[in-house]
Each structure stands twice: as C-alpha cells, then as structure tokens.
C-alpha cells in the first residue's frame, strides 16, 4: 500500500521525526528508524509525501466496504524544522480480495467510495476511471475484450481469461493436466470532494487463477478408405512437449517411432494452442485386429503419449483409444467338383481358423474329425482341397436309383468367436455306381449289391431273408433292393455304442431233375451278408431326405460281406491270441489309443508290433505274410507286400525292416513279439491299413530253409514252409487306419 499526499507548504525544507499510527488498540508513536525496521518506507519532497506501508501490519485495520474487504493504516507523519512542528495526518486503504472467477473470466471489484479516504461522501464527484495492464494503461479495454464497469458502489475489471497482456502456463496437479492464467492490472479512480481538491486513488493487482484442469482429448480424423490412423492430440500451450509414445503397450521413443515407420508431428491453431499428430498404418504390427460382423475389420489403436510440461519438465501421461471399422473382408467361396469315386470342396484358405471355421453340422471339422470320416485333406498356396469318398460320413444322398447316386456333401463356415453361420459350401453330383449299401437315417436301406459267381446267378431270383422282398431292379449281375429295418426278416443286435441292423441276399436255387436224393443244382453256394451301422444314441427318423445337413440325423454306415470271407475271418482270427499295435516312434514305449488318427508324413515309418498272448515261453511268434492296403477288406485291392514268408521285401511302393526286441518290464518273451517299421516310397496322400497273417513256431521245428529258423534266403522267391508250423497255431491281424498326409497338415 502507497500514499502519495499533496502538501500545501512552502518551500522549506522539512525532516521526517517521528511516525505516529492509529489502530483499533490505541496510538503509537515510533521513530522513523524503528518503523523503516517493520516494512515500512518514507519519501517527501517539497510537495508531496510517500510513504509506503505492507499489507496485515500490526499497525492496520481491517474493514468492509460495499462487500470488499480493505486493508488500512492510518498515520501521523511529524516533521520538524527549526521552531516548527508540521504534523501532516495520512491515510491508505487498499483491497485485499474482491476477486472472483467462473470458467472464463476473472472480476476484479473495488468499491466506489472508500470511507476513509472521503470524509463527506455527499460532496464525492468521479471525476476518471481508468484500467491498465503491466502499469500502462488501457484506453479502450473493449478492443481487447476487457470490461470496465462502475456504479455508485462498485468498480468491476472482468477479463476474459487467457485474454491478451496476460500469461498462460501448464500445469500438473494430483496427475491431472491444466493451466494457470495471471494478469498484472491498475486501476487509477480520480475523483474530488470538499476536503480534497483532488484524489487520484490507484491500485495495483496481480491476479492468478486457480488451476483449471483441461484434459487433453484424442481426436479421430481417420479417413477409413486410407487405411491410415490420423490422431490428433491435444490442445496444449506452447510450453508443452511430446517426449515418447507407446503403441499397444509398446514404448517407443520418437526417434524410434519414427524409425519405427510412425509419422509423428506438431500441429498449431489459430488460438495459439497446439496438438500432436500421429499416424499409424492399418496393417502395423501393433494395430489389434478383430473380426466382426460379416465382413468386418475392427482395427483398435491403443495409444500412451508421454509428454513435458512447463519449464519443471514434469511428466504427464494420457492413454486413448480410437477404433475404426471398415468393410475389408472377402466371404470365401468354394469350388465343388467330383469324379468317379469322390466328392472334392476347395475352399480359400484366407481367414480360415483365423476368421472363420468349417463345420460338419454341429461338429468341428478339423483334422482329427476329418480323418476319423474318412475325408483327406490337402493344401496348395492358396486352397484347402477336401476329397470326400461317396460312402464316407456326412454325405448325404439325395436320389439313390438302380447302380446310380445322387449325392451332397456340404460344410458350415461359422464365425470362430460367435458360431454365426456365414455361408454353406456344398458340392452335388450323380454316380454311376455298381456296388453301394446306403444306410437312410429312417431306417431305409438300399443296396445294389453285384454278386459275381461260377456259374453265374439268375439275379431276378435273390431275396432277402423274407423269400417275399425280391429286387426291385436287377440285371445280369446286379440287383438293387430297398427295404426298411423292420421289414424282409432284418435282426438287430447291439454292439457297443451301436446298434446293428443285419439281412441277408441269397437266391432260389434251381434244381435238376433225378432219381433220387440228393437234389442236384447248378447254382453255387452263395450269399452276401448286408449290415447297417446306426449310433446307438441316434434315433432312426421317418420322413423324406432332409435338406439341410446340419439339422438332419446321420446316415448309418453300411457294409457288404461274402459270407466265404466271414467264415475265413472268423477261422483266422480264433487260431492264435495275437494283438497288434502302433507304437508312436521306434523306442515302442508308447502306443495310440485305438480308433484314433494316425498321421503320418510320406517320410515317416509306421512302427508296428504284433504281440502272441498265452503261449509257452519257447513258442516264437512268426509274420508269415504282411501287406499294405487302402481298406481294411482282408480280400481287397491292390495290394503291396512288405514280407513274405517272414522276410522283408524291398517293394516300389512301401519297404518293411525288422525292429529288434529286447528283455524289458513289458516283454518278458521276446520270442512273442515282432517288429517292423513301414515305409511309404511314395508321396501320395492316403488312408492305408497294414494286414499280417501270423503263425505260432516250434523251435523243434528247425528243417534246412524253414522259416521258423528265423533266417531268410537271398534268393527273391520265397517258399512258404506250412508243414513247420502247427495248423491250429495260426492268425492274422490289422493295424490302422494311417493317414499318410501332406506336412504342412500336421
């Protein structure tokens, strides 16, 4: 607080003696040296006194005036001059508070009238207000959006914060970014009344808001068909810098963001604040990607800017993220095609399993289910090629005529996240077909069975079990006959978790005429045995072919048996206790599960063992005759062989090696016990089964060239030795299926 007062004295000169100061407690008289102690400061000159005195002295008083609250020391200067005494009274009063603010502004009010410093408010005139800013004044404070108004009570300054002739400063408070405003303002009111000529009344006031938070904000201006995030961060003062950025949880520097292949840069606007911009690719590693709708990408930056604030250089940290959908997607389309003995979908291999998956009905199709039904899988660059044989699970047969099919086969390509359907591929063809059992899901079985026999059979005259259920059509080795399970004489039984359905095809002999018995024929002793396969917990329905594969039951699985090959199997397969298995590499330590895929590369052996049960120690088990074939029909071809009589062969398709067998906690008899390792020489993708006809040893039996010598010629010609092995000690065995398939499926 200053006072400067007029005096109205001669010119003589003066000295300042003593101070005297009137407060609430009472008078108190100091030296000048004392008070110059206490923050207090003098001036005069021939017309005029200073005198200069701090704010909440304990010599001033304080006061309200029209709602401010003032601050005032009143004092008694005493000067001295030869004989004369010159008291001259001083009075200050300045506002301490009077300082409001709202989002925008600040008001600086200071009352009108000051009590103290007019003593007859009746004769009080305004005479001048004026503002200024730094200590100059501000003669149209309007052109810069200041407000000066006054009243008969009250001045008010309102100015617009971050308005011109102030400063700006960024600021962190409790983590949160903000600004702090601060302004130097006067005002100078002269006015006059009765006691004074004139008063020119001036104060001086520094004014800073309180903090205000601005968070900064992430802005998206991604235009889609770019494929480029534009972000932009802001809005900052000048004194604020960006120092590092971190991209789905990854720091980068700037520098090496930029290297990165980030495009980084300032950007100003027009109220002198400004922003950062960043941009990032679609296809940048760091860009989450997520499939949605039907053809949608949803690409997510997750951004983490760090920047500098204020000359402190204090951290601040602000996490955004910005998402942007676009139409990028192409719903594959498959090819379907088909020839003489399959059907075959090609599918993109685009997206699948990342986007989308295949399914069989209700099941995952994936490599396990595939090889399980019979299906073999293969991929080039840019196609999964699925080759479905006519009789294998999930075809379905929409016409099925005399030697002639019409058959579908289709898949579900189903969103990986939510399983929504998004298209159905399927492939639709007619077969010519001499040979075919169809199992129909309501209970309807169809057969065009082909019997070749010697003398050839008059086919009008086959039957089922019921002699009434005769083919429907037929001709020179064919008959084609359709009936349902509860019909033509059909047994059930139930095996495991199936439930077998089982008729008959057999003929009316024809008999010549004799003397007497027996009755003569012409016709051979034939049948054909048919079995249906249905799950146990699938129940059979009625109605026609359904549509839809993925609401309609399964198909049963059918086979056609000679019932010469029964009887053979049957024979075998009661002589010897003998199991096969495959081990998963040649230690022979661990083996699959039954009815589990095996995949195999074209490269990989197969490691067989075949194991005699209850037999006496010295009793060695021998692999007469084994071979490879695509089914796993005992008669079926082709064919190859791996050994013959007990030996291996080097065949052009597949080579066999015996494996040795040691003494371990599970061979206690290593005699029991054979080995072989198989291998494919060609690179054909396949589905193969190995068969091996087996034969139980006597050591006693040790003629030159038996095979039971465990010797084998070098000669190429194999005999076989029968007469050195017992008759009731013989078996035959069958280990598979093996997928032999491409690498890249594995």
């Known amino acids: 607080m200053q006072l400067v007062s007029l005096l109205q004295t001669q010119n003589v000169a003066y000295q300042l003696w003593q101070l005297m100061f009137v407060s609430p407690s009472g008078r108190k008289r100091i030296t000048v040296s004392d008070a110059a102690k206490l923050g207090y400061s003098f001036n005069n000159t021939l017309s005029r006194v200073y005198l200069r005195a701090p704010y909440h002295s304990n010599e001033s008083d304080f006061s309200v005036v029209s709602g401010v609250n003032m601050n005032m020391v009143t004092s008694t200067s005493m000067y001295r001059q030869r004989w004369l005494l010159l008291l001259i009274d001083t009075t200050v009063s300045c506002p301490v508070d009077g300082i409001s603010f709202t989002d925008t502004t600040l008001t600086w009010t200071v009352p009108s009238i000051i009590p103290t410093l007019v003593v007859q408010e009746s004769t009080f005139l305004s005479k001048n207000i004026l503002m200024g800013v730094d200590g100059r004044v501000v003669v149209n404070p309007e052109e810069k959006n200041y407000l000066l108004e006054h009243n008969k009570t009250h001045i008010e300054i309102t100015i617009p914060i971050g308005a011109e002739g102030g400063k700006l400063k960024s600021s962190i408070s409790g983590g949160v970014y903000g600004v702090i405003y601060s302004i130097d303002l006067f005002l100078e009111h002269t006015w006059t009344d009765a006691d004074w000529q004139t008063t020119k009344y001036t104060v001086i006031k520094s004014i800073t808001t309180p903090f205000m938070p601005q968070i900064p904000t992430v802005i998206n201006n991604t235009l889609p068909e770019e494929r480029l995030f534009n972000v932009a961060f802001g809005h900052f003062l000048p004194d604020v810098s960006l120092v590092a950025i971190a991209i789905g949880n990854v720091p980068f520097t700037l520098r090496e963001a930029l290297h990165h292949g980030f495009k980084i840069y300032e950007t100003p606007f027009s109220n002198g604040m400004k922003g950062f911009i960043l941009e990032v690719s679609f296809d940048d590693l760091y860009i989450l990607k997520e499939y949605v709708n ?52 090609a599918i993109p291999l685009f997206g699948l399993h990342q986007y989308w998956n ?389």
Not at 330 to 344: F, I, K, M, Q, S
Not at 572 to 577: C, F, G, P, S, V
Not at 628 to 653: A, H, K, M, Q, Y
């Open 294 to 345: 039907r053809n949608e990408t949803k690409y997510t930056l997750l951004v983490n800017y760090t920047i500098s604030v204020g000359p402190e250089m204090t951290l601040y940290y602000h996490s955004g993220e910005v998402e942007c959908v676009v139409a990028d997607i192409e719903l594959p389309e498959a090819v379907g095609y088909c020839d003489e003995e399959n059907l075959y979908l």
């Open 358 to 746: 295949l399914y069989l009905g209700d099941k995952l199709l994936n490599r396990h289910v595939a090889l399980i039904n019979g299906y073999l899988a293969a991929t080039n660059s840019t196609h999964l090629i699925l080759q479905i044989p006519l009789f294998a699970v999930g075809v379905i047969y929409e016409e099925v005529s005399f030697q002639k099919i019409k058959a579908r086969f289709g898949v579900a390509l189903r969103k990986v996240r939510t399983m929504e359907t998004l298209q159905m591929f399927s492939v639709s063809c007619s077969f010519n077909s001499p040979a075919f059992i169809i199992c129909h899901p309501d209970g309807t079985i169809m057969i065009s069975a082909q019997m070749k026999t010697i003398p050839a059979i008059d086919m009008s005259k086959t039957k089922l079990r019921d002699s009434s259920c005769k083919p429907r059509e037929y001709n020179e080795g064919h008959a084609f006959f359709k009936f349902h399970v509860t019909t033509c004489g059909t047994s059930v039984r139930f095996e495991g978790d199936h439930i077998i359905y089982e008729n008959e095809i057999s003929y009316e002999k024809e008999t010549l005429p004799g003397q007497s018995i027996p009755t003569i024929t012409r016709d051979p002793d034939y049948r054909l045995t048919v079995l249906c396969y249905y799950r146990a917990k699938e129940t059979l329905v009625l109605g026609a072919f359904a549509s839809d594969p993925s609401t309609s039951p399964p198909f049963g699985s059918g086979t056609m048996v000679p019932r010469s090959n029964i009887a053979v199997h049957r024979r075998i397969r009661q002589a010897l206790n003998v199991v096969s298995r495959v081990s998963k590499d040649e230690s022979f330590m661990e083996f699959y599960e039954p009815n589990t895929a095996i995949l195999k590369r074209p490269v990989e052996p197969v490691f067989l063992e075949v194991e005699l049960k209850d037999e006496s120690p010295d009793t060695e088990l021998y692999l007469e005759n084994c071979w490879v074939t695509r089914s796993l029909d005992f008669n079926s071809t082709p064919r190859w062989n791996i050994t013959v009589d007990g030996c291996e062969i080097n065949g052009s398709e597949y080579v066999a090696e015996f494996c040795p067998v040691a003494v371990s906690p599970r061979v206690r008899h290593p005699s029991h016990f054979k080995r072989l390792a198989v291998r494919t020489l060609a690179h054909r993708l396949e589905q193969v089964y190995v068969h091996c006809l087996v034969a139980a040893c006597s050591p006693t039996n040790t003629l030159p060239g038996s095979p039971c010598r465990g010797r084998c010629s070098s000669s190429r010609e194999r005999k076989a030795f029968p007469g050195h092995c017992s008759a009731n000690l013989q078996g035959y065995v069958l280990a598979g299926p093996v997928w032999i398939v491409d690498p890249d499926l594995r």
